[in-house]
C-alpha cells in the first residue's frame, strides 16, 4: 500500500489527461473533411466532446495548482492522504492481460465465468464456501447475460466453446 496526497493524485491526473486530451485532440486533424459543402467533417462531435473535456481538466488544474481558489467546494474536502493498494491494481492488470490472451484458446464462456469469478471470490466478505458458491452464480448469470449482449444481440464473434454462437 502506497499513501500518497489527495492534492497529488488529482494534479498527477489532470496533468496527465490534459495532455491526453491535447493528443486526441491532434489527432482528430488526420480525420477526413466533409465530402458536403456545409456540413461539418468527421471531427466535429470528437472534438466537440474534447473541448468540452479540456474544460473541465483546464478548471480542476487551475484549481488545484492555485492554493485559495475552490471553485468548487465540498464538505469532503481535506488535505488528506489516498492509500493505493498496488498489489490489487497489479493482480487486476495481469488477470486481465490473461484473459485477452486466451480468449482465442479457452472461449468465452469459460474465461469470463473463470475472470469473474476469480474477481468475486475475494471481495465477497463472506466465509469461503458461501463466497465461492455466490461469486460462482454471480459469475453464471452475468457471463449469460453478457453471451445474450454481446453474441446474440450483438453478434460480434467470440470464440465459443459450448454455447451456441446464433440463435433463430
Known sequence: MIKISSKKIVLLI??????????????????????LPGYPGDAFFPRLILIFSLFWTLILLIQNLIKNLSLFKSSDDKETDIEIYFKDIIFLFLISIIYILF???????????????????????????KSIFYSSLISFVSMIIFWFVFIIFLKIPFSLKFLPFLLY
Open 14 to 35: 489532470s496533468i496527465f489527461f490534459l495532455f491526453f486530451l491535447v493528443f486526441l485532440f491532434y489527432e482528430t486533424t488526420n480525420m477526413s473533411k466533409s465530402i
Open 103 to 129: 480468449l482465442d484458446l479457452i472461449g468465452f464462456e469459460i474465461l469470463t465465468f473463470l475472470f469473474l469469478f476469480v474477481l468475486l471470490v475475494n471481495r465477497l466478505d463472506l466465509n469461503l464456501g
